[in-house]
């Protein structure tokens, strides 16, 4: 379940302003836990109550609002930029040739 099908997947409900994904710098994969960011926190509470306890895509998810006095400032760092698996085997090579 990949951000941009989570994007368009709760956009249904609201506006998404942003959204991360937690990802894996070592294998590139998915953590199992994100962040979903809405222009309005109605929605958002509406949304974090609704799917709390949901299987969705053979996942069980686990939705909680989070206060913004609670949100750290570099929550969203970086969630516009795409992930790009570091490639370890190539990294090694480079510096073992050096």
Known sequence: FYEDEQFQYFSQFGKVTRLRLSMSKKTGGYRGYGWIEFADAKIAAEVAEEHHGMLLK?????????????????????????????????????????
């Open 58 to 98: 053979g996942t069980l998810l686990k939705c909680r609002l989070l206060p913004p006095d609670k949100v750290h400032e570099d929550l969203f760092k970086n969630c516009d930029k795409k992930f790009y698996k570091v490639d370890w085997k190539a990294q090694d090579m480079k510096i073992q040739s050096k």
